[in-house]
């Protein structure tokens, strides 16, 4: 049973077994994110990672068009430089984080135009999938800013520093074919095809033992230098749990007793 976390929003959440899928449904802005989409965003990464049947999560845009084209510049122009650095960069950071942290592995679908906000949004995801229309870049430059959402962090550790820096600096876009040759996306699918061969997808990981494909997810990020100390931790906490003496100090605190540790 499919499950739809209405579809009115500007964000949607739908269910439908082990694999989730959110979609930025404002076609008719080219997917561009508002301070409430990123708010909302936010409370569906929570209900993701909160619910244990989901395994694979996907994130895509609607419309033939595009995926995202990043923020909303006649939202981010009201804003003054102190409200710019509080609200609008900082929040856009934890929540892109939050997506990027999250248990589950992450399949980004690429159905069109992915710039600035936008491509930094799919930098967050574990894989892209990228329809052969798609063109993709950071235009920060463009119009006398830099990328804000992690784009400069994100995007050298995916391609390289030097292809990185030729993208931001030129505020150049590139092909599917470029984006699959440099390693920004992992496959490339005819128009059309992206929801539809990243749902494949989810579903063979899904198959998989969750837990396995998690840890494996946290052990790779905390190698990249991503999430190290919360991935420890996590990794830690799980294995303490699992002991005897795990067990003990919960049973002891339950009893209001001295716990009696074995080291095993």
Not at 139 to 162: F, N
């Amino acid at each position: 049973m499919v499950e739809i976390h209405n579809t009115e929003e500007l964000v949607v959440l739908e269910i439908d077994g082990t694999v989730a899928r959110i979609t930025l449904n404002r076609p008719e802005k080219l997917g561009a994110l508002t301070p409430e989409m990123l708010e909302r965003l936010e409370r569906v990464a929570d209900e993701i990672d909160r619910n244990p049947a989901v395994r694979v999560a996907i994130l895509t845009g609607s419309g033939p068009k595009a995926f995202c084209v990043g923020a909303d510049i006649t939202r981010w122009a009201t804003l003054g430089p102190l409200d710019m650095g509080r609200r609008w960069i900082r929040d856009g950071h934890r929540i892109f984080d939050r997506l990027a942290g999250l248990r589950q592995p992450l399949i980004a679908v690429l159905n069109g135009m992915a710039f600035g906000g936008g491509l930094e949004l799919a930098l967050t995801a574990d894989l892209r999938i990228a329809e052969a229309h798609v063109t993709l870049g950071l235009p920060e430059a463009s119009i006398a800013t830099v990328p804000g959402w992690g784009g400069t962090a994100r995007l050298p550790a995916l391609i390289g520093t030097s292809r990185a820096k030729q993208l931001i600096f030129t505020a150049g876009r590139i092909d599917a074919a470029t984006a699959e040759r440099w390693g920004l996306v992992n496959e490339i699918v005819p128009t059309g095809n992206g929801l539809s061969r990243a749902t494949e997808m989810a579903l063979e990981i899904a198959r998989q033992a969750p837990l396995s494909v998690q840890f494996a997810k946290q052990a790779i990020d905390a190698g990249s230098g991503i999430g190290t100390v919360a991935a420890l931790e996590a990794l830690a906490g799980a294995l303490a749990a699992t002991t005897a003496d795990g067990r003990e100090g919960t049973a002891a605190f339950r009893e209001k007793r001295k716990p009696a540790y074995k080291g095993e």
